[in-house]
C-alpha cells in the first residue's frame, strides 16, 4: 500500500511547478504593463519583416551549430552518429529540457534516452553531454567579460554602473581562470570537485530537502565529470572543432536579440546586448522556471533599461528573442518528432535514476 508521503509527493510537485510558473507569467508580465501600451504598440507594428526572418534564421543556424559541436564530441569519443540525428537530438532534447525544467527531469535524461535508442553506450552519453555543458559554459564565462570591457571603454556609465561592471569583470575572469585551473591541476581539480559536490549537497539539503538527491548521486557526478575533464586532456586536438562551434553558436544565439533589435527600429550596441544577453541566460539556467519563463525577460529587460536602452523596444526586441530562441524551435520540435518527445518525456525520467558510470 504506498505510503501517504509517495501520495503527496507528486501533487506538491506539481503545486511547486505551478507556482513557478505563476511566478515566471508575473516577471513575463512585468515589464509589458510597466511599458507605455501606445508605444508599445507602435513599436509591434513597426517591426520590420526582414530582420524578424533572420532572427528566426539565426536560431535555425544556432541549432546547428550546437548539433555540429556535440556530434565533433561524440566522434573524438568514438562515437558516430549522422549529423541528422545529432539535430534530431538536439532540438528534442534542448526543447523537451525547456518545459520540463522543474518538473524532476535530468538535465541530460532526454538526451540520454535518445542515444540509447542509437546504440550510445549510456556512459559515453554522459560524457558527451558533461563535456559539451562544461565547454559551453566556459565559452559563455569568455563572453562576458568581452561585453564588460567593451561597455566600460565605449560608454559613459555612472560611477556605480562602472564599478559594478568592473566587479563583474574581474568575476567572470576569475571563474575562467578557476576552469584553467580544474583543467590542468588533476589533484586540486578532484578536491574541488569533491568539495563542491559536498557543498552542493549541503545547501540543497537546507532549501528543499525533500527534491534533494542522495550524497552517492552527487559523488557520481562529480566523478562523471572529472572524467570528463580528463577526456579534453587527452584529445585536445579533436576537441578543437567541436570549441569552433560551440563559439559560432554563441555568436549566432547573441545575435539573434542583436538583430532582434534591429528589427524594433532601435539598434543596440554589440557589448550592450552581450551584457544583458549573459545575465538573462545565466539566470534562466539556474531558475526553477521551465525555460527560465519571465526570469529571463525580465531580467534582460532590466538590464537593457539601466543601460539608457528604451523600455518599449527592448520588450519587443527580448519577446522576440524568447519567440525565436525557445518557441520556434519547440514548434519545429512538436510538428516534426512529436512521437519521439513523447515518448522521451515518458521514459526518460526512469533512465535518469539510474545510476550511470563513464
Not at 169 to 187: E, N, Q, S
Not at 258 to 265: D, M
Not at 266 to 285: Q, T
Not at 301 to 316: I, Q, R, Y
Request: charged share 15%; aromatic share 10%; hydrophobic share 55%.
Amino acid at each position: 500500500m504506498p505510503s501517504p508521503r509517495a501520495e503527496t509527493s507528486p501533487r506538491r510537485r506539481r503545486l511547486f511547478l505551478l507556482a513557478a510558473l505563476v511566478v515566471g507569467l508575473t516577471l513575463l508580465a512585468l515589464p509589458v504593463l510597466l511599458a507605455d501600451g501606445r508605444e508599445l504598440l507602435r513599436t509591434v507594428a513597426g517591426v520590420r519583416p526582414v530582420f524578424l526572418a533572420c532572427a528566426f534564421a539565426l536560431a535555425l543556424a544556432s541549432y546547428a551549430a550546437m548539433s555540429r559541436s556535440y556530434q565533433g564530441i561524440a566522434e573524438a569519443a568514438d562515437c558516430h552518429l549522422s549529423f541528422r540525428d545529432w539535430l534530431r537530438v538536439t532540438f528534442v532534447s534542448n526543447t523537451a529540457n525547456y518545459l520540463v525544467t522543474s518538473g524532476g527531469l535530468s538535465g541530460f535524461a532526454v538526451r540520454m534516452y535518445l542515444l540509447s535508442q542509437q546504440g550510445m553506450p549510456s556512459g559515453r552519453a554522459v560524457l558527451i553531454s558533461l563535456v559539451q555543458t562544461f565547454l559551453t559554459n566556459v565559452t559563455l564565462f569568455l563572453f562576458i567579460p568581452l561585453g564588460v570591457a567593451s561597455l566600460m571603454l565605449r560608454h559613459d556609465l555612472p560611477r556605480v554602473a562602472l564599478v559594478t561592471a568592473a566587479l563583474a569583470l574581474v568575476g567572470f575572469a576569475a571563474m575562467l581562470a578557476a576552469a584553467v585551473l580544474l583543467l590542468y591541476d588533476r589533484r586540486l581539480r578532484r578536491r574541488l570537485l569533491f568539495a563542491f559536490a559536498n557543498a552542493g549537497h549541503r545547501v540543497l539539503r537546507w532549501a528543499v530537502p525533500r527534491w534533494t538527491p542522495g550524497r552517492v548521486r552527487f559523488w557520481r557526478f562529480q566523478h562523471n565529470l572529472n572524467a570528463g575533464l580528463e577526456f579534453l586532456l587527452t584529445r585536445k586536438d579533436r576537441i578543437l572543432a567541436p570549441v569552433a562551434w560551440i563559439v559560432a553558436d554563441w555568436l549566432l544565439t547573441i545575435g539573434i536579440l542583436w538583430v532582434a533589435f534591429r528589427a524594433v527600429g532601435h539598434p543596440v550596441a554589440l557589448g550592450v546586448v552581450v551584457v544583458g544577453f549573459a545575465v538573462g541566460i545565466c539566470l534562466s539556467l539556474v531558475s526553477l522556471v521551465p525555460g527560465g519563463l519571465g526570469i529571463m525577460e525580465s531580467s534582460m529587460t532590466a538590464v537593457f533599461v539601466s543601460l539608457n536602452v528604451p523600455l518599449e523596444p527592448t520588450v519587443v526586441a527580448v519577446l522576440i528573442f524568447r519567440v525565436a530562441y525557445f518557441v520556434l524551435p519547440l514548434l519545429l520540435s512538436l510538428v516534426f518528432f512529436h512521437g519521439l518527445m513523447l515518448q522521451a518525456a515518458h521514459d526518460a525520467g526512469a533512465l535518469a535514476s539510474e545510476p550511470t558510470e563513464i
